[in-house]
């Protein structure tokens, strides 16, 4: 009969972001995160496929979920406002689910393995992003730019957001990142 772990998600997680920070990703095996842990090789797979699904376990849904916020923005807002509401929106949810903190962008940002995962994983959600900007009147080239720009805003949004554990809501740091952005384009809008 199989032991219950209480908390061996969340223990496994802790351990391996311990580790990760301590040795740096490439040095830390799945072992070594369970025995940090204190559980088995076993237990670890219930859980996760490899140790980089502790960094991006649930990335997956990520694309479906962002394309679907913006899709689900307000019918009256043209593609640039959607992809904004949309991403908010996104964060929202994220920050139910995801702590607010900077360790794991630390992680990744010392790692190429990790940080080639995190570029597929955007790839992802631009094609899906500019599918959804597409469904709300934005031309093809619109579509791939504005999807392009949503996931830099998306980023440096969530970058912001980590490193702020009593900072504002996740929509206030998208917002920001958007009006930052805007406001670095406005000179060219001047001289069209």
Do not use: C
């Not at 740096?24 to 490899?50: C, K, P, Q, W």
């Not at 093809?140 to 980590?162: E, K, N």
Request: proline share 5%; no cysteine; charged share 25%.
């Amino acid at each position: 009969m199989p032991r219950w772990e209480p908390s061996a998600e969340d223990r496994l997680r802790e351990s391996a972001l311990a580790l990760f920070q301590q040795r740096g990703y490439e040095n830390v095996t799945v072992s070594d995160i369970t025995d940090h842990a204190g559980l088995t090789r076993r237990t670890f797979s219930r859980y996760f496929a490899d140790k980089r699904d502790v960094l991006f376990a649930g990335s997956e849904r990520l694309p479906v979920v962002v394309a679907t916020a913006v899709r689900n923005a307000e019918p009256q807002l043209g593609p640039a406002e959607a992809l904004i509401a949309g991403l908010g929106a996104t964060g929202t949810l994220l920050a139910k689910n995801v702590p607010r903190s900077p360790d794991r962008r630390r992680i990744v940002a010392a790692s190429a393995e990790l940080q080639e995962r995190e570029r597929t994983k955007f790839a992802d959600v631009a094609t899906l992003l500019a599918e959804a900007l597409r469904e709300r009147g934005a031309t093809d080239t619109a579509a791939g730019l504005l999807a392009d720009v949503g996931i830099a805003v998306f980023r440096t949004a969530f970058a912001r957001w980590t490193e702020e554990p009593d900072g504002a809501e996740f929509p206030a740091y998208v917002t920001e990142a958007a009006a930052e952005l805007t406001s670095a384009l406005a000179p060219l809008a001047k001289q069209g």
